[in-house]
Structures are given as C-alpha cells and as structure tokens.
C-alpha cells in the first residue's frame, strides 16, 4: 500500500499522525505531494516527518514528488515524477540513481508502451508505476474513470510493478489487485478517524 500526502485534507498534527499511524500499520510507501510548497516549506515539513517516525530507521521509504532540488538535497528513498517531467530528464540526460527508487505517473496503454521503449532500449530500472484514475474520486471531479481495464492491459505491456490510483476503497480493492500490484490511497486515511482500523479493512481483503 503507498500512501500519498495531501495537507489540505487536515490539520498538520493530523496529518502527521495519520502518517505515523499508516507506518506503524504496515505501509511501507510515503509519497510526500505537496507539490504548491516552496523548498523551505517542504524542507521543515521533511523533518517534522522524519521526526515524527523515525524515517532514518529505514521502516519505510519517504518518497518526494517531482522535486528534484530536494530529492537531490535531502535523505529522501527516491522520487515519483510525472510522466512529461521524466521524459524531459531522460531526455537531457539526467541521471537516475540505481539505489534510489523511480516512481512514474502514468495514465494510457500509450505512455505504458512509451515507457517500455525507454526502458528496453536504454536499461533504465523503473520501480513502480501508478496508473489512474481507476474509479471516480474528488480528486478529478468530472473525468471520467479509466476503470480497471487499464490495470489489465497495462499488465500484458509491461513487467514494472502497477500501482492503481483513484477512489481505491476497501469495498473495490479486492477488484483492484486481480490486476495491479498494489494501490495507492490518499483521502480515506486522511478524513478518517481512526487510521488503523482504515488499514485493517484495506488489508482484511
């Protein structure tokens, strides 16, 4: 299970305990996306995490979206990068550490293909995948969802691990992981009461 960050959700004392209470349960994947805070902003909040959990005792990994100034500057597993942004880096040569994890957002069997091209011809490891959105969720109000039918073919594409995204609930998780590797959730752990139990309901499938 990863966890994707979103403060706007709660207060930050929530908001760090629902992180500490999702690692305490068994999640091994943070993916901090706060993505309108400033580099200062997102470095004070980096070490409140770490404080918070004890990161530095290596129980999960702590994965920054998109920002390149602090993936390189701060003790983060690796980063989650959209796919137009990885493909710009890749173009410009950047280098992409082997110990480091590369998580990329992807969104149609196209990008999928693109990526294996990418990833055959030039022997780059790519740890995971998100593909989204699977069901509806405020988050894209107004889009319509891929449904897990991208989860099936992606699977026939590519043998990088598929994360789904998008209105993963305990209800349809089971669905879910007939054809992806794990999922990601945001909203449901940070607008719930009790964090734990949440995690027991997703788990208990």
Known sequence: ???????????EN?????????????????ILR????????????YYKIVDKTNYLDNKFNLIINSNLNLYKKL???????????????????????????????????MEII????????????????????IYET???????????NLLKEGKKITNVSIV???GILPSNAREVLKYADDFAIMSTLFTCENVKLKIQEYTSI
């Open 114 to 133: 693109y990526l294996e091209r990418i990833i055959k011809d030039n022997n780059i490891k790519v740890d995971y995948i998100t593909l989204s959105h």
């Open 138 to 148: 405020k988050c894209k109000e107004n889009l319509k969802p891929k449904g897990t």
């Open 1 to 11: 299970m990863y966890l994707i960050t979103n403060r706007h959700l709660c207060d």
């Open 75 to 109: 003790k983060f597993s690796g980063i989650h990068l959209p796919f137009e942004k990885f493909k710009q880096l890749f173009n410009d040569g950047f280098n992409f550490e082997e110990n480091k994890i590369l998580g990329l957002s992807l969104h149609s069997t």
């Open 164 to 166: 789904a995204l998008g």
């Open 34 to 45: 706060e993505k309108d805070m400033s580099d200062d902003e997102l470095t004070d909040l």
């Open 14 to 30: 929530h908001y760090l305990q629902v992180i500490d209470d999702a690692i305490n349960s068994g999640v091994k994947n943070i």
